[in-house]
C-alpha cells in the first residue's frame, strides 16, 4: 500500500490548511491512521489518529482544539483540517497508518506504512 499526501503550503499564523493523503494499491480501511509532523531539529511525533471505523479520535495536547482527523473509508483517504494555525506548527507532515487491523488509533501511533512529507509553513 502506497500513501500519498497532499495539502501543504505556506500560510498566516491564525489560517487554515487541509492536508489530504489517498491511499493506492491496497486498501486501509481496517486499520488505524493517523499523521505525525517532524520539525526542524525536532524528532518526529505523532499528533493525531483515527480508529480502523473512524469512530475514535486522540490528538496530543497542542493540537486538540484546532485539529480534525477524519478519513472516508469509501475514497480511501484520510484529512487532516488544521485550523488557527501557530509558528510552531510549522513542520513536514506525514500520513501514516498501523500495519495491524482493528486499531483504536492510540497515541502515540505505531506506524508501518508512509506517505511522503508534505511541508506546512506558518508565519508570524
Known amino acids: 500500500v502506497q500513501l500519498q499526501a497532499c495539502g501543504g503550503g505556506l500560510v498566516q499564523a491564525g489560517g487554515s490548511l487541509r492536508l489530504s493523503c489517498a491511499a493506492s494499491?491496497?486498501?486501509?480501511?481496517?486499520?488505524?491512521m493517523g499523521w505525525f509532523r517532524q520539525a526542524p531539529g525536532m524528532e518526529k511525533e505523532s499528533i493525531a489518529a483515527?480508529?480502523?471505523?473512524?469512530?475514535?479520535?486522540h490528538y496530543i495536547d497542542s493540537v486538540k482544539g484546532r485539529f480534525t482527523i477524519s478519513r472516508d473509508k469509501a475514497e480511501n483517504t484520510l484529512t487532516l483540517q488544521m485550523n488557527s494555525l501557530e509558528p510552531e506548527d510549522t513542520a513536514v507532515y506525514y500520513c501514516?497508518?498501523?500495519?495491524?487491523?482493528w486499531g483504536l488509533g492510540d497515541l502515540p501511533m505505531k506506524a508501518d506504512y508512509w506517505g511522503q512529507g508534505t511541508e506546512v509553513t506558518v508565519s508570524s
Open positions: 501514516a497508518a498501523e500495519g495491524t487491523e
Open positions: 494499491g491496497g486498501t486501509l480501511i481496517r486499520n488505524a
Open positions: 483515527i480508529s480502523w471505523s473512524g469512530g475514535t479520535t
